[in-house]
């Protein structure tokens, strides 16, 4: 077949057309080239026959960390309840997320480039694929913020102790919500219910029991605590790492003061020793057990703040004057005491008057 000229162009490129079918097309073009149509009128015939060629995909620009990502939209809006999915699906246009001077959308502040691309392989393939180097923790605080699963169906890397250790979170935050609404909020509730502003709470096991004496109990205020019993919660605050996130989620409620770890709790009298003069002192048994201590206090800066003016100084004003009466011979002042340090000082001792012995 001969090639025509440069002025039949609506021909050529149909002859040079990549992506058209050789078959098809060219025998077309025979057909036409000894029609009686010729110009434009060959030229509408061509266009007839041709299927316009699909549009290209539109593109978006990305900028992470400073790095650009060139990304078709499609891949997320196949997951729309992601992040993403939402910024770029049919609402696009009501998003809060708005182009730069460029074109350009300035996404994921704080998150670096090696973890985007681990999260635009999530969207193509969907598998979150942890390469060698690259944190996991950084990736799951990534997928926490765009809103991806994190999982272990849907996270792959070597490091397995890392990815437990990010799922063993995800499960001790589930278990202790629990917890807390069964368990730590009724011992809150019943300590707020009589004028308390904090909580002291010991965990014992269901095996634990508790038997102090009633005339010398344990000198160590164990008197005031909320207790506990729940081996679940027990071997729960086992680990240090539980203990942790149940410290960050007590936090998010709103509560303050916040410390959980272990202490030694009396729970039997083991022995009673008997002291010269008739006292007795009571050994106890002390088992190492979790407890929680917080505060829901408003005015904890005030609580503590005294206001100096408004307290009424009762003493000496001139100390020169009390010692110059002494040496006259008069008789020395007492100096008063303000009511404040008889508030906070400490308590008086008291002598013993010495008795005359007894006949019998």
Not at 119 to 147: H, I, K, M, N, Q
Not at 331 to 336: F, G, L, R, V
Request: charged share 30%; net charge negative; hydrophobic share 35%.
């Amino acid at each position: 077949m001969r090639r025509t000229s440069q002025n039949s162009r609506p021909f050529e490129e149909i002859q040079g057309a990549p992506f058209l079918d050789r078959g098809g097309i060219l025998q077309e073009g025979r057909q036409l080239e000894g029609s009686r149509f010729s110009g434009p009128e060959m030229s509408e015939q061509l266009e007839s026959r041709v299927d316009p060629a699909p549009p290209p995909s539109e593109r978006v620009t990305l900028v992470v960390d400073g790095t650009h990502f060139v990304v078709d939209p499609a891949v997320f809006t196949a997951h729309p309840d992601t992040m993403l999915g939402r910024m770029f699906g049919p609402g696009r246009q009501h998003n809060f997320t708005r182009p730069n001077g460029k074109g350009e959308f300035e996404i994921a502040e704080g998150i670096g480039a090696s973890i985007f691309r681990v999260v635009l392989d999530f969207y193509r393939t969907g598998v979150l694929r942890c390469p060698d180097g690259v944190s996991v923790a950084e990736l799951r605080e990534a997928c926490d913020y765009l809103c991806i699963n994190f999982d272990y169906s849907t996270v792959k890397c070597r490091d397995l102790s890392a990815l437990l250790h990010e799922l063993s979170n995800d499960g001790a935050r589930k278990q202790f919500e629990g917890f807390l609404e069964e368990l730590v909020v009724p011992a809150m509730v019943a300590s707020a219910q009589e004028g308390e502003r904090e909580c002291h709470i010991v965990v014992l096991t269901d095996d634990d029991t508790v038997d102090w004496d009633q005339e010398h109990p344990p000198p160590m205020g164990e008197e005031y605590s909320q207790i506990l019993y729940s081996t679940k919660l027990y071997r729960f605050f086992k680990y240090i790492e539980n203990r942790d996130v149940a410290k960050a989620l007590l936090k998010e409620r709103g509560l303050k003061n916040i410390r959980i770890g272990i202490e030694g709790y009396p729970t039997c009298k083991e022995k009673v020793k008997r002291r010269p003069g008739g006292k007795s002192e009571v050994i106890y048994n002390y088992v190492q057990r979790p407890f929680i201590q917080l505060s829901w206090e408003k005015e904890e800066g005030k609580s503590r703040h005294v206001d100096f003016q408004c307290v009424r100084s009762k003493s000496v004003p001139n100390l020169a004057a009390m010692a110059e009466g002494a040496s006259r011979g008069g008789a020395t002042p007492t100096p008063q005491v303000d009511e404040l340090d008889r508030l906070n000082g400490p308590a008086p001792r008291l002598l013993a008057t010495p008795q005359a012995p007894s006949d019998s």
